[in-house]
């Protein structure tokens, strides 16, 4: 089976030295407010976050914009979460952040995440953007086709990476 399909049904076969291991079946889900605990804890291995992912008022971010975050769910543990934010001023989708936790990294996780945004973007036919902060970010979205765009950069100074909506069909 080729990998692209295995990243579709939600199934990785690979190690975290990208070599063959055993199945492993996660799923990309919306968060619910009972996540928020656990969302959080994922943030925590980010030491360069903003305060407001983190303790209650991390929580309390989650629990009053649940709709904002999507997951890496593998068997009922948060391994990966995305955050996508509709720009609508600017008629764009925007990923806002994604974080793996350490023992779940390179492990397709946070490329399953981006699949969907890819795929939301897609059916609202809009351009989905990023603004990768570190060069592995930069490289995992230039490896899902996602060009820069030149001049444009973040409040951070990070440049702007972009994705066409039109690029996949909308399911």
Request: proline residues 4%; hydrophobic residues 40%; negative net charge.
């Amino acid at each position: 089976m080729p990998r692209r399909a295995l990243e579709k049904a939600g199934r990785i076969f690979l190690d975290e030295n990208g070599e063959g291991a055993a199945e492993v079946t996660f799923k990309i889900r919306k968060a619910s407010t009972e996540d928020a605990e656990a969302i959080v804890e994922v943030f925590d291995h980010v030491p360069f976050l903003k305060d407001c992912y983190r303790g209650e008022a991390g929580i309390s971010l989650v629990e009053n914009n649940p709709h904002i975050f999507w997951l890496a769910d593998l068997d009922g543990r948060v391994a990966s979460v995305m955050i996508v934010q509709r720009k609508y001023d600017f008629g764009r989708l925007e990923i806002s952040l994604i974080v793996t936790k350490p023992e779940f990294r390179r492990r397709d996780y946070a490329r399953g995440l981006i699949h969907k945004a890819k795929q939301i973007a897609a059916n609202d036919k809009v351009d989905l953007v990023v603004y990768p902060e570190n060069d592995i970010s930069r490289d995992l979205f230039i490896s899902e086709q996602f060009s820069l765009v030149r001049g444009v950069r973040s409040e951070e100074g990070h440049p702007m990476y972009k994705f066409s909506g039109t690029q996949i069909e909308p399911r």
